[in-house]
């Protein structure tokens, strides 16, 4: 009799190991939607969000995708005697749950964050050692999305760390998109693909083009720096697990052209599109990059394809983008101060996506041209490409499979 109830003990314990540790139906796409961090970083509270939630729905970035309402680093307040977390009751007086109904009765989701360690960056409470209580809390909420950080972790395992949370909230019931935030530090691309959604493939973004800023124990990367980090890592995603190369500075204090081309290469790279500026007061060129459907549209194709870069020189980029149906996506992206004019002749340029083995055959196929910022149709591909780019802009395409 013992060793039957041991065998059926046995049993139930490789059964739990072997359960599934995500939701696999979530973020088939990658996630859209916005986070307090890169504009507001610890100056959140219950009206910020209430005011941008709205602000989401009436400028139209609900209409066009956004989904998810993030709350970034600073919400905490402490834990109680049981352990407990709560929100900071001066800043979120009425409570995480009434915030969350708010917000979904403005067809939007709620976002939270959280730390692997025993504090978050911005020195609150972390999960390390309350991960199934937290998960039950977030789902007793109505957490929607967690964004887990790597402060304070000491000499933890991050796959350990990142699997005990992903199993806990896959225990507390409710699905989560989960969102592994450790810099790409423990290479999670090569393991985060069966605990979360997205994990993150550097340190922090920064709003600006192509420089650096260096805090000396961390620093933060200018978009053009995130980008030459991304190529090695096209063949990890895809729907259900995306690369995260940070969430977007559109409308932080780039140029337009900066912010166009920032925002088309992350739609390129299939990135997920969490803006992070001030929605409620944000201008209209800001707004139109955001919202721009034609872009996002290539950011969210079903096939779920990173882009990869077929060519450089004098600061001009071509980057392809294999989509569903047969089209493609084409970005001639402008690194340099100055205008560059780009020539493409399709049916000379033996462009082949060598990791997804697939073709545009131009020299076979004709496909027509719709320029996606000029929102025109730019005849087709049986004609070369000539065109003017601007300094730190980009040409955006869509060829069209005819």
């Known amino acids: 009799m013992k060793r039957i109830l041991l065998a059926v003990a046995c ?9 599934a540790q995500k939701f696999n139906d979530l973020a088939r796409t990658p996630p859209m939607g916005w986070n307090s961090w890169n504009r507001f970083q610890c100056n959140v509270s219950e009206q910020l969000i209430r005011e941008t939630a709205d602000a989401i729905v ?3 970035m609900k209409a066009a995708g956004y989904t998810y309402v993030n709350i970034d680093d600073c919400w905490h307040g402490q834990r109680d005697s049981l352990g407990v977390i709560h929100p900071d009751a001066q800043r979120f007086p009425s409570g995480m749950k009434a915030l969350a109904d708010y917000i979904h009765s403005k067809g939007l989701k709620l976002g939270i964050y959280s730390d692997a360690g025993w504090q978050t960056c911005g020195g609150r409470p972390g999960s390390r050692g309350h991960e199934y209580q937290d998960a039950v809390t977030y789902a007793g909420w109505g957490i929607d999305y967690l964004k887990y950080d790597w402060c304070a972790t000491d000499n933890l ?11 806990a909230l896959m225990s507390a019931g409710r699905p989560i998109v989960f969102s592994l935030c450790e810099w790409g530090n423990n290479k999670a691309w090569e393991w985060g693909s069966g605990l979360g959604h997205l994990w993150r493939t550097t340190g922090d973004i920064g709003p600006c083009f192509d420089c650096l800023y260096d805090h000396t124990t961390w620093r933060q990367w200018g978009v053009t720096y995130i980008l030459d980090m991304q190529p090695p890592l096209r063949q990890f995603a895809g729907p259900g697990h995306w690369n995260d190369p940070d969430m977007l500075e559109v409308g932080n ?5 900066e912010d ?21 007061h ?11 459907r034609e872009v996002i549209a290539i950011d969210q194709d079903s096939l779920g394809i990173e882009g990869f870069r077929y060519s450089g020189a004098d600061s001009l980029e071509v980057w392809f983008k294999p989509l569903a149906g047969g089209d493609w996506a084409m970005a001639v992206l402008n690194r340099a101060h100055g205008p560059r004019h780009v020539s493409f002749d399709w049916s000379k340029e033996p462009v082949r996506d060598e990791l997804f083995a697939r073709a545009p055959a131009f020299g ?15 005849g087709t591909t049986a004609r070369p490409l000539g065109a003017e780019v601007p300094g730190h802009d980009v040409l955006m395409l869509r060829l069209l499979k005819r």
Do not use: K
């Open 282 to 292: 944000m201008p209209a060129p800001v707004r139109e990059v955001l919202t721009n």
């Open 58 to 60: 009436s400028s139209g």
């Open 253 to 257: 204090g780039m140029s337009v052209s």
């Open 11 to 19: 049993i139930a314990l490789t059964a739990t190991g072997a359960r």
């Open 157 to 167: 395992n991050a796959h350990g760390a990142y699997e005990t949370m992903a199993r």
């Open 260 to 280: 166009r081309a920032h925002f088309s290469m992350w739609a390129v790279l299939a990135a997920p599109l969490i803006a992070g500026n001030d929605v409620v």
């Open 364 to 378: 076979v196929t004709v496909y027509a041209v719709r320029d996606l910022w000029a929102h025109q149709d730019q």
